[in-house]
């Protein structure tokens, strides 16, 4: 292989409609750069025919190279497995879906050369449902309180990385991964510019409002424990406050008497408190299933085929 300046990192999850309007929009937009390229599909694991047509594009192209996972590990596990693989002294992660608009590639390398070691594309949300811009801006102004490191509204996965922030976010070893905040911790000289956006060129967003909701815990949870601290906060809150009223019936029995007590108040504490304990239990927990599934050292993925495999069964074939 010879020396490759760029790899173009691509997670693909039942894209077969778009892959090739992709494919040429992307080369189209490379090839004027004059930079040697690569372009890194990542296969996780599509229902439809996705494979056959990276498998295509790899043998029709050199500068193709793919990763088929075994099933669907989610788009993080492919962003990891192409920053794997990328050789690349810049490496660009972008969607297959056009969402990421590849016009925008040389722009990004040109601020490379600037010097910098992140370039964000991100995404203002002009287009999108009200609905969820909302509940998402609501989501970032809470994460910003809760996260350790900053993590901004738009900025997505479509960046440029340097290789030496390539090898950084490799060398973290965690499981439980959750890139926005990954690419926030490690730093180094980060430029953003912002693009209006696109919607889907075809297919379907795999992001349905479950998939969103547990995204959002998840990075809420995998940076920090300041969940924990809050959960702490809320019970010193609640017993001294316990403690007041307990010493204001006191008061009152020594001096009225004892009178009837009132259910009312006590069912209303019984009750509020216990789901205090329920949801603090829970956040323990989610803590707890994530250190054991950190203990587990399982891999983030499982390779069923690369374009390497798919040379070696045409060489095996002749
Ligand atoms: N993707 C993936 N695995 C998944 C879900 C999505 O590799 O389990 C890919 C998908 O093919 C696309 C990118 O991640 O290239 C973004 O997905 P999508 O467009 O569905 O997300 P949205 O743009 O709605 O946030
Ligand atoms: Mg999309």
Redesign the pocket.
Known sequence: MTECQVSII??????DEVIDTFHDTLVFALEPTRRSFEICY?D?GSSDSTREKLRGLAAADERVRYTSFSR????EA?MLAGLRMSRGDAVILM???L?HPPQLVPRMLELRQHGYDQVVARRDRSGEGAMRSLLSSAYYRAMGHFMEVDVVDGE?DFRLLSRRAVDAVLALPETNRFSKGIFSWIGFDTVSFTYRNVS?AAG????GGRRLINYGIDGLLSFNSRPLRLAIYAGMTLALTACVYALWIITGVALHGIEVPGYATLLTVVVALSGIQLATLGIIGEYVGRIYSETKRRPFYLVQETEDLLHQRQVSTE
Not at 10 to 15: A, I, K, T
Not at 72 to 75: H, P, Q
Request: glycine share 14%; net charge neutral; with cysteine.
């Open positions: 691509v997670p693909c999850f039942n894209e990542i996780d669907n590990f989610g788009k492919g969607d297959a879906d969402q997505g889907r379907r967003s795999k992001w």
